[in-house]
T-cell receptor
Framework: DAKTTQPPSMDCAEGRAANLPCNHSTISGNEYVYWYRQIHSQGPQYIIHGLKNNETNEMASLIITEDRKSSTLILPHATLRDTAVYYCIVRVLGDSNYQLIWGAGTKLIIKP | KAGVTQTPRYLIKTRGQQVTLSCSPISGHRSVSWYQQTPGQGLQFLFEYFSETQRNKGNFPGRFSGRQFSNSRSEMNVSTLELGDSALYLC??????????????FGAGSRLTVL
């Protein structure tokens, strides 16, 4: 079962910041939060990940609440090419190794 | 460096047949994971191989199997194909061991249609 909850879809105007929320209320203390995105007909692309602290890279910022029950992915200046399905994922311990549990994702549409 | 390569990109099979899909990871990556993606179920984890050993397995029937070779290339096989096996099969590689951050690089996928 997915450990994350995301809105099914969101719109954002081109050039504006896109803020994608994710709830992971059952996350454990040592479980990372990952974000990937999938552009139509392509394989998912890694964006960012974090454990407790906020993270930033060249693609996005990840804001994790202090209680770790939710997080927000921020695309600072969205472009049309950012239209994709965005997955918020928690890494859990499987049989003998960690595995990523994928939810349904948020379909983000960037409008001109 | 070259990305993750999956072959074939598209294939059509009939029920009861079997299929083998191939994945070449990024050079130096020793972990290869396989996922099935369907419109109804989303992305579902099949299995992961690390240094030729299956390290983790999802909840799929025994008809789904895989292996990894000494050069880290991996294959997955589906026997006795069913209509419900129609899906995009994605391979991802990682250079991290079990304690690593598991940043995955995905291939473009193999789209299987079962008639």
């Amino acid at each position: 079962d997915a450990k994350t909850t995301q809105p099914p879809s969101m719109d954002c105007a081109e050039g504006r910041a896109a803020n994608l929320p994710c709830n992971h209320s059952t996350i454990s203390g040592n479980e990372y939060v990952y974000w990937y995105r999938q552009i139509h007909s392509q394989g998912p692309q890694y964006i960012i990940h974090g454990l407790k602290n906020n993270e930033t890279n060249e693609m996005a910022s990840l804001i994790i609440t202090e209680d770790r029950k939710s997080s927000t992915l921020i695309l600072p200046h969205a472009t049309l090419r950012d239209t994709a399905v965005y997955y918020c994922i928690v890494r859990v311990l499987g049989d003998s190794n960690y595995q990523l549990i994928w939810g349904a994702g948020t379909k983000l549409i960037i409008k001109p | 460096k070259a990305g993750v390569t999956q072959t074939p990109r598209y294939l059509i099979k009939t029920r009861g047949q079997q299929v083998t899909l191939s994945c070449s990871p990024i050079s130096g990556h020793r972990s290869v994971s396989w996922y099935q993606q369907t419109p109804g179920q989303g992305l579902q984890f099949l299995f992961e191989y690390f240094s030729e050993t299956q390290r983790n397995k999802g909840n799929f029937p025994g008809r789904f199997s895989g292996r990894q070779f000494s050069n880290s290339r991996s294959e997955m096989n589906v026997s006795t194909l069913e209509l419900g096996d129609s899906a995009l099969y994605l391979c991802a590689s990682s250079d991290q061991g079990a304690a690593g951050a598991n940043v995955l690089t995905f291939g473009a996928g193999s789209r299987l249609t079962v008639l």
